[in-house]
């Protein structure tokens, strides 16, 4: 009776296949976006600041061995910070093509001064000095 038992209960059990983690597997899908509430003094120099600060994150994390990065742009009236942090066990460009992901989804967000995104591999954030504290 106890071996039908073990048989019927091996019988039932689905196996689970692990996802593997390598460059053929790596989808940068976003979990979870926020686009802030309070409009920018200035869209053109917030939009402006925006891209500079931007540019730079990605500029640093295109070095090997970087995995988290910020920069500010203090131009103008509407001053940008930002930031982005990638899972330590991605490549450069693993890191680097996912923080392109995550700006892809924040230059859509031009209606407040701030926003974030969470991808699968990474984190990326941008807002004026008060959403960054």
């Known amino acids: 009776m106890a071996i039908l038992v073990v048989f019927l209960v ?4 689905k196996p689970g296949v692990s996802q593997t983690n390598n460059s053929q597997n790596n989808i940068n899908t976003p979990i ?3 686009c802030g509430r309070n409009p920018p003094i200035i869209l053109s120099n917030f939009v402006n600041n925006r891209n500079s600060t931007l540019a730079e994150i990605r500029r640093k994390l295109s070095s ?5 990065a910020t920069a500010q742009s203090l131009a103008e009236k509407d001053s940008v910070f930002g930031a982005a942090l990638c899972r330590n066990y991605l490549s450069t460009a693993q890191c680097v093509a996912c923080f392109d992901e995550g700006v892809a ?4 967000c031009v209606t407040g001064n701030g926003a974030y995104v969470f991808l699968d591999d990474c984190f990326v954030r941008n807002g004026d000095s008060h959403g960054l504290h």
Request: glycine share 6%; hydrophobic share 55%.
């Open 105 to 108: 989804q924040l230059i859509g």
């Open 32 to 34: 979870r976006s926020f």
């Open 64 to 68: 090997k061995d970087v995995f988290y």
């Open 10 to 13: 091996l019988f039932l059990i």
